[in-house]
């Protein structure tokens, strides 16, 4: 059962039974072989591709480093025996991370109205259309919400701890600002009231 915050009273929002586990050595040789080689890659692309091996190059790398930080505090088997739990061993659970997950989710919906607000609706386009752009962002967050959940739950889950920091820093926050300005331009690509061809 997810609280927030630590000492907040238990609300049956969302019930989550997720162990993680540490990552063994191989893992830990096996991701940084990966990431280091999808860095590589991306200096040898096309112009085409130019904005995917930008995000491939931020992605791999900040993976990359999360490699290294477990290498240096936990040594090279990830402080554990493979497949087994070790609780205290990295200091930010599963569970805390996708409580922290929902409760990011549940601000940005809560902010969605007054970002739409400040940003859309002094654009130009009708109240109706202001209102239905509002109500697609807002919904397509409230529904994304579990999916977001289980990827972050399913990539800990066969990935292990190793993925946390990832699944935080850029599966998180960026994510849904990314999702946020796509939605935004989408809405904002609409025409609008005044430049509506005459009839």
Known sequence: MLGYPARAPRVQLLSINLAARMPSGALLFATAAVCAAGFAATFFRQAKWL?????????????????VYFWVMYGPAGAATPGVATPGAFPYDALLHLR?????????????????????????????????????????????????????????????????PFCYFVLGA?????????????????RGALTREPH
Do not use: E
């Open 51 to 67: 904005p995917g091996a930008y995000l491939l190059r931020i992605a791999a790398f900040a993976q990359l480093m999360i490699c």
């Open 100 to 164: 922290d997950v929902f409760v990011m989710n549940v601000a940005a919906i809560a902010l969605i109205p007054l970002v739409m607000a400040a940003l859309y609706y002094p654009l130009d386009f009708s109240l109706a259309q202001k209102a239905f752009a509002s109500l697609l962002v807002l919904g397509y967050f409230v529904l994304a919400l579990p999916f977001v959940l289980l990827l972050h739950a399913v990539v800990i889950y066969h990935g292990s701890l190793l993925f946390v």
């Open 174 to 190: 960026p994510l849904l600002i990314g999702l946020l300005v796509t939605l935004y331009s989408y809405c904002a690509s609409w």
